[in-house]
């Protein structure tokens, strides 16, 4: 059964860092492209960031791009993401997923908070 779990998110200030991870079990993680997604309140899930099996490809949305780094570690089945530089609108929860998303595989997520 595959399982994705994230963590990593909290409250921070708008500029600031944060660092999610997400640890995959249940399958050939290393063998799936891999993404990061968001859903802020009252808003539908959007995708973020992905990033290819070997880690060699990246792909970010327009609204992150320059300020967020997507990456991962096969050995440990996790896969990242560096948030730079936040902003108000970074606020939501956070998922990871494969490329395509599978329905039954979302997590809990992680919540993101951007606020002074």
């Known amino acids: 059964q595959v399982q994705l779990v994230e963590s990593g998110g909290g409250l921070v200030q708008p500029g600031g860092s944060l660092r999610l991870s997400c640890a995959a079990s249940?399958?050939?993680?290393?063998?799936?492209?891999m993404g990061w997604y968001r859903q802020a309140p009252g808003k539908q899930r959007e995708l973020v960031a992905t990033?290819?099996?070997?880690?060699?490809?990246?792909n970010y949305a327009d609204f992150v791009k320059g300020r967020f780094t997507i990456s991962r570690d096969n050995a440990r089945n996790t896969v990242y993401l560096q948030m730079n530089s936040l902003k108000t609108e970074d606020t939501a929860v956070y998922y990871c997923?494969?490329?395509?998303?599978?329905?039954?595989?979302w997590g809990q997520g992680t919540q993101v908070t951007v606020s002074s």
């Open positions: 990033i290819t099996s070997g880690g060699s490809m990246t």
């Open positions: 997923n494969y490329i395509p998303a599978r329905v039954n595989y």
């Open positions: 249940g399958d050939n993680f290393s063998i799936k492209v």
